[in-house]
């Protein structure tokens, strides 16, 4: 354990959430991750993270967002599905704009929060936390968090946040009433029953465009894929999601590995993630 409490997640730590495929599964069992993300804006969103989804384990990825995106969906992972039907847990939100959501996608959105599925909320999605009393995942950076609790009428800035993360990420878990994942060279990850992980990235180099993005196709894949173990402990999401950020970290070290130190894009993340999950469950 780090100090106050907050334990480092390890590649071990991190195999014990891993769930491999049996003989008796089906693409059912294995997990159907619903996907509302992207925008006419931001398409990138929406394929970085439906990518990464589909390289995470997961048995299915069903991407129901705009319209538009999903030939571009459908172009980058044809294994995506775009039609409605059962969901197992839904990752809701990435570049999209909160203030410039239609008719169509707003119901999208309350249809997946109205589930009772496992939910996790990233960027344009984070204002709806809140709106629904499923096991939920928020995945804020510090600007983000200080305005989530600025909402809350919690004082604090985002310069408070980044001068003491482990401490805003635990106030705002307890506050809020979810599992918060605030991103950082240091991710700290709190629930509100007290749950506090800290993964250290092992390299700078994932500061970079649809970084996140991919983050959140990860998490949202593990949490699908977990639905029958969340079903019975929701405390579970908490070292989930500390393994979705593990796993994130080990793409990028590979990624940075493989152009010698060298800069990296968000897309190289996702061709290393079969290989860090082989790997991670031995």
Excluded: C
């Excluded at 039907?85 to 999208?108: H, N």
């Excluded at 939910?119 to 009393?133: E, F, I, K, T, Y």
């Excluded at 196709?217 to 579970?236: K, P």
Aim: glycine share 10%.
């Amino acid at each position: 354990m780090s100090a106050g409490g907050w334990q480092e997640w390890r590649a071990a730590d991190a195999a014990e959430w891993l769930r491999p495929p049996t003989a008796d599964d089906d693409k059912y069992s294995r997990g159907v991750l619903g996907v509302v993300t992207g925008s006419h804006e931001y398409p990138g969103a929406a394929l970085l993270g439906v990518e990464a989804a589909t390289r995470s384990g997961v048995g299915m990825v069903r991407y129901t967002g705009p319209r538009p995106v999903r030939a571009l969906v459908l172009a980058r992972a044809p294994e995506a599905v775009t039609t409605a039907g059962r969901v197992q847990a839904w990752l809701l939100g990435s570049g999209m704009d909160p203030a410039r959501r239609s008719f169509v996608l707003i119901g999208e959105l309350e249809h997946a929060l109205a589930s009772g599925v496992p939910v996790v909320l990233d960027a344009g999605a984070l204002d709806l936390v809140g709106a629904h009393s499923a096991p939920t995942v928020i995945t804020p950076h510090a600007r983000e968090l200080a305005t989530l609790l600025a909402d809350r009428e919690v004082r604090t800035s985002v310069e408070e946040v980044r001068s003491d993360p482990a401490a805003w990420a635990a106030r705002a878990a307890r506050e809020i009433g979810v599992v918060v994942l605030l991103k950082g060279a240091v991710t700290h990850i709190a629930d509100p029953d007290g749950a506090a992980i800290t993964v250290t990235a092992p390299t700078h180099r994932l500061a970079t465009a649809g970084s996140g993005d991919v983050l959140g196709g990860i998490l949202g894949a593990l949490v699908a894929a977990s639905h029958e173990r969340l079903a019975n402990d929701a405390h579970a999401l908490a070292p989930i999601a500390a393994t979705a950020v593990l796993v994130h970290g080990l793409a990028a070290e590979r990624a940075v590995a493989e152009v010698d130190g060298g800069p990296i894009v968000a897309s190289d993340l996702t061709a290393q993630l079969q290989r860090v999950l082989g790997q991670l469950a031995g």
